[in-house]
């Protein structure tokens, strides 16, 4: 018998309340190189603001394809624990392990839920926690954003990455990525294509139009090394868990900042810009300690 923890993923799935993120990461590794690993591994130099993790712990929540616990080891963290709730998001991070750190004894991967509190329990504290684009799936967003607070060690950091709040248009994205996920599966890349496509053809028109055509290929093969999405991922998976990443749920990033503000937690990173229109907005804020 399976564990609960497949046997509750796979049930929502079957009923079309969740993307299976990790089959889409997993798709992923076929392309996954030198060259995204290093921009995976300067993304998080950058945002933490650090040469390196030597001397830290780093958890992963949510390890997705395992690409950015890779990019911790190799950062010289102390240590690395990756979990995740979706078996093949497990299996993803397993396998680039193995071909990159096949014997580390300090790189640890398990599966688990943000939202089980009895397993947060039992991984004491991180020196950096790090959860990109993670939470907002869970299907209980604040809960998970609160669940991830007593990870965080005294003058730890978390880094994580929430979708911005659009309103309306956040309403209409939710409906789309709930139609997407509860489409027989022969369906879903068509009407990844018919929601996506009108987008990618009005941007190659501007582009062609602006004098700039070669930006419309650039695009798409130099998409790992751009300033907004250079974490080293390829932009067609990038697309197909936007269009299917459900749950979805979105914060303004005034919401994020006050809400881990009352909870210890202090902003470092410069603020997102309110005006953002898609994607996620990123934070990097320090556990302060009780003197600060």
Not at 35 to 59: H, Y
């Given at each position: ?12 799935v079957?009923?079309?309340?969740r993307?299976e993120?990790?089959k ?10 030198d060259?995204?690993?290093e921009?995976?591994?300067?993304s998080?130099?950058?945002m ?9 712990s ?9 690409l ?7 950062l010289?963290a102390?240590?690395?624990h ?26 640890t991967?398990a599966?688990?839920?943000v ?20 939470l907002?799936?869970?299907g209980?967003?604040w ?12 003058d730890?950091?978390l ?14 994205w939710t409906?789309l ?12 890349g ?6 996506m496509?009108?987008?990618e ?11 700039q ?15 907004v ?22 914060a ?30 990123e934070?990097?804020l320090?556990h302060v300690?009780?003197s600060d």
């Amino acid at each position: 018998m399976l564990p609960e923890p497949h046997s509750q993923h796979a049930s929502e799935v079957g009923r079309g309340d969740r993307f299976e993120f990790g089959k889409n990461w997993a798709n992923f590794l076929s392309v996954l190189d030198d060259r995204r690993i290093e921009q995976a591994t300067r993304s998080l130099v950058t945002m933490l603001g650090v040469e390196n993790l030597q001397g830290k712990s780093f958890l992963d929540v949510g390890s997705g394809s395992g690409l950015f616990s890779l990019a911790a080891m190799r950062l010289g963290a102390t240590s690395v624990h990756s979990f995740d709730y979706d078996p093949h998001s497990i299996a993803s991070t397993r396998e680039v392990k193995r071909r990159y750190f096949p014997e580390a004894e300090n790189w640890t991967i398990a599966q688990g839920s943000v939202l089980d509190r009895d397993y947060l329990g039992s991984l004491g504290t991180y020196d950096v926690v790090y959860s990109w684009g993670v939470l907002h799936h869970t299907g209980s967003m604040w809960e998970a954003l609160g669940n991830v607070v007593p990870l965080v060690a005294p003058d730890g950091r978390l880094y994580i990455a929430i979708y911005n709040d659009q309103g309306a248009l956040s309403k209409w994205w939710t409906f789309l990525k709930k139609t997407y996920n509860r489409l027989p599966r022969v369906a879903q890349g068509p009407f990844a294509l018919l929601v996506m496509g009108p987008r990618e053809v009005a941007m190659a028109g501007w582009y062609i139009v602006s004098g700039q055509p070669m930006r419309t290929i650039h695009a798409w093969t130099r998409y790992h090394e751009q300033a907004v999405n250079g974490r080293g991922m390829s932009r067609w998976h990038n697309i197909i868990d936007w269009i299917g990443g459900y749950p979805f749920e979105v914060a303004t990033p005034e919401q994020i900042v006050q809400f881990y503000r009352d909870r210890g937690l202090v902003l470092e990173s410069p603020m997102p810009p309110r005006h953002r229109k898609m994607g996620c907005n990123e934070f990097v804020l320090r556990h302060v300690l009780p003197s600060d």
